[in-house]
């Protein structure tokens, strides 16, 4: 009779614990799932965060050695290339080296280029 009744007990609680850890379970899915429709599948926040983060590696981009070097390789060709245009193409050129440097200082520039950098932005 006592032995009886532990095996019955013994039973229920090996059938009572996979109910409750599937409950667990089942409980973390659905909270996990609500959280993830209630913050758009964290588009939000991505959102928010994707251009402040982009930016900042811009502008960390713009400080490398490779990018100075190679858009001082290019204000030189393009500079070249005006030294070498008819007087009907120059203005067109300078106005490219005006956009494409207008966020550079003179003091960035090699003294070389700077003659044609500060005729460029006057014209």
Same mark, same amino acid.
């Given at each position: @009779? ?9 039973? *229920? ?8 850890? @599937?409950?667990?379970?089942?409980? @973390?899915?659905?909270?996990?799932g609500l959280g993830f429709i209630a913050t758009g599948g964290d588009l939000a926040i991505y959102r928010f965060w ?19 070097? =190679? ?14 245009? *008819?007087? !009907?193409?120059? #203005? @067109? ?9 207008? !966020? ?5 520039? #090699? *003294?070389?280029?700077? =003659? ?8």
């Amino acid at each position: @009779m006592y032995r009886d009744e532990f095996n019955q007990t013994q039973r *229920d609680f090996y059938w009572s614990l996979p109910r409750v850890a @599937m409950a667990v379970l089942a409980f @973390m899915v659905v909270t996990y799932g609500l959280g993830f429709i209630a913050t758009g599948g964290d588009l939000a926040i991505y959102r928010f965060w994707a251009p402040k983060q982009e930016a900042a590696r811009r502008q960390v981009y713009e400080q490398t050695k490779s990018y100075r070097q =190679g858009s001082i390789q290019r204000l030189n060709s393009l500079c070249s290339q005006i030294n070498a245009a *008819d007087s !009907e193409h120059k #203005p @067109m050129l300078q106005d490219v080296v005006a956009q494409e440097f207008a !966020e550079w200082s003179s003091a960035d520039v #090699p *003294d070389y280029l700077k =003659g044609c950098l500060k005729s460029a932005r006057l014209q």
